[in-house]
């Protein structure tokens, strides 16, 4: 089994999504032994935001390809050829301005390739990278999960399901520690909340 990890918070040491990613990751290989990991930090390592030239390759240009061109090309094979092989996906998505880090959303954007992780049919689209499980380590500073008005405002998680839906995703987890913003008890609450969703997210 490969397990994808991959954080995406700016925070370093101070981030709860990394924390979490961390705990998931960790409980995961103890239950699953023959899991092999591999790590990806979307901030240390992270792709240049999608332009013309990481489009041109897509669009079924194959000849004369620049050099820029070739470069963010060899990129996207790179990120979306790691996230295919996985088996599972364990992702960092702290909540920043109502949605997800911007080195994050690049990454996803290298991996919405057409016939990679999806194609276009008679009936509509469809996911190709089927069978995958993942656990999204959800951190936030307010509280957006229990209210419809608060739900309203967030394109975090919402986001997350969609896109990965699209690229044929059902088994999405999520460990979610939010109101980080409200006090320490607020944030001992949150993780111990957290804590329970991770037992959960790994039971199978």
């Known amino acids: 089994m490969k397990l994808l990890h991959v ?3 700016i925070t370093g ?7 979490l990613t961390q705990q998931i990751v960790t409980v995961w290989t103890a239950k699953h ?5 591999e790590y990806l930090d979307l901030v240390a390592q992270a792709p240049n935001h999608f332009t013309m030239a990481a489009m041109a390759p897509r669009t079924g240009q194959t000849e004369g390809l ?3 061109q070739t470069a963010e ?10 996230f295919l092989a996985a088996d599972v996906i364990v992702i960092g998505a702290p909540f920043y301005n109502f949605s997800i880090p911007s080195q994050l959303k690049a990454w996803i954007d ?3 390739q057409p016939g990679r992780t999806f194609r276009y049919t008679a009936s509509g689209p469809e996911g190709l990278a089927k069978g995958k499980t993942v656990i999204v380590a959800s951190s936030r500073g307010g509280v957006y999960s229990t209210t419809e008005a608060m739900q309203a405002l967030e394109h975090q998680e919402s986001y997350l399901k969609v896109v990965l839906g699209f690229f044929g995703i059902t088994d999405v987890r999520f460990v979610r520690a939010e109101g980080l913003g409200l006090g320490p008890e607020a944030v001992a609450s949150a993780f111990a909340s957290a804590a329970n969703d991770v037992k959960a997210v790994t039971a199978a």
Not at 13 to 19: G, L, Y
């Open 7 to 9: 954080d995406s918070s």
């Open 13 to 19: 040491e101070n981030s709860a999504s990394r924390k």
């Open 33 to 37: 032994p023959d899991t092999e990991v």
């Open 66 to 68: 620049s050099a820029e």
């Open 73 to 82: 090309n060899a990129v996207s094979e790179q990120l979306v050829s790691q």
């Open 110 to 112: 290298r991996l919405a």
